[in-house]
């Protein structure tokens, strides 16, 4: 089983929509993060938020996390084309180590 | 700011070659994180670095995989020999807290 699966795997929605994307875990987290990555690009940190954290803003961009259901979600408000691209929830669990673990993605389309 | 940096952008090899690949991270980032992604798969952990030293190395496969970072500046990681099984993309990425984590652009690894 694997920490921090994205749903749905794709989504395909017109430009000026909102687009919600999924992501739930299985293990204790101390931050889960939320990256973007364009077609062939590294990856673009969007957003972290704390354990003790529910909500949280940035811009177009709202991140909600709900640890009794250990799961979050990333709501992008406005689309636009220029938002296409794969998405990826990560979590630590902050062990000193903080390293990330990743799910499988959301591959967002956002049709002009 | 200059962000993380990686090299080479891609590489192609045979199978049992050596391939090194190289990450700048951003000044003063004390940690130093490798991930990769293999086809298909999520982005997996390797190892961890704080300064020079080894943190976390967890993640790596096996002993064909050699993580350096002396000086505690750019980190190294070398694949002798490599198999057809590594190609994937490599990433790397650093850290001032630990928590946030800021990615390159990945090295596109292909081995035949």
């Known amino acids: 089983s694997q920490q921090g699966e994205e749903d749905p795997q794709a989504l395909s929605i017109q430009e000026g929509e909102n687009a919600t994307m999924n992501c739930s875990y299985k293990?204790?987290?101390?931050?889960l993060q939320w990256y973007r990555q364009n077609s062939g690009r590294g990856l673009v940190h969007l957003i972290l938020?704390?354990?003790?954290?529910r909500e949280k803003h940035s811009g177009r961009l709202r991140v909600t996390l709900d640890t009794s259901k250990k799961s979050s979600s990333l709501l992008i408000t406005a689309s636009r084309a220029a938002d296409t691209a794969s998405y990826f929830c990560?979590?630590?669990?902050?062990?000193?180590?903080?390293?990330?673990?990743f799910g499988k993605g959301t591959k967002l389309s956002v049709i002009p | 700011e200059a962000g993380v940096t990686q090299f080479p952008s891609h590489s192609v090899i045979e199978k049992g070659q050596t391939v090194t690949l190289r990450c700048d991270p951003i000044?003063?980032?004390?940690?130093l994180y490798w991930y990769r992604r293999v086809m298909g798969k999520e982005i997996k952990f390797l190892l961890h670095f704080v300064k020079e030293s080894k943190q976390d190395e967890s993640g790596m496969p096996n002993n064909r995989f050699l993580a350096e970072r002396t000086g505690g500046t750019y980190s190294t990681l070398k694949v002798q020999p490599a198999e057809l099984e590594d190609s994937g993309v490599y990433f790397c990425?650093?850290?001032?807290?630990?928590?946030?984590?800021?990615f390159g652009p990945g090295t596109r690894l292909l081995v035949l």
């Open positions: 000044s003063g980032h004390d940690n």
């Open positions: 938020i704390r354990s003790n954290e």
């Open positions: 293990t204790s987290i101390n931050n």
């Open positions: 990425a650093s850290s001032h807290n630990g928590r946030t984590q800021y």
């Open positions: 990560a979590t630590d669990s902050g062990a000193g180590s903080y390293q990330l673990t």
